[in-house]
């Protein structure tokens, strides 16, 4: 049954051991329209803090796949704050915002 409207992952999505399972069951949680917002640390070589590019396992690139994969769809990607940049995406399901930090 889809029930959520909007779901809110903040700097946790790089702990994700299963981040495909998660996001299939996410998404057919969702309600059509429904929102998902991703935020978390870039990972971007030469840029990004030593502790952080040890400590995230993967880029935007990954997880903007990984979100697509689930059956989202990418629609927006914009800066949140000078330190952030965000992305949209939108599927059956609903759409992902997908925000990185450095």
């Known amino acids: 049954m889809a029930a959520i ?7 946790v999505y790089h702990h994700f051991e299963h981040p495909q399972a998660s996001l299939v069951s996410l998404h057919k949680a969702m309600k059509p329209g429904g929102e998902l917002a991703l ?3 870039q ?8 502790f952080i590019m040890n400590h995230v396992r ?5 997880f903007e796949a990984e979100v697509i994969a689930a059956g989202f769809e990418k629609t927006a990607e914009g800066r949140a704050c000078s330190r952030r940049t965000a992305s949209s995406a ?7 915002v997908d925000e ?3």
């Open 58 to 62: 993967a880029g935007q690139e990954v």
């Open 90 to 96: 939108s599927g059956a399901g609903g759409r992902a």
């Open 43 to 50: 990972k971007i070589q030469g840029v990004t803090g030593e």
């Open 5 to 11: 409207d909007l779901a809110f992952i903040c700097d």
């Open 100 to 102: 990185q930090r450095m």
């Open 39 to 41: 935020i978390d640390f």
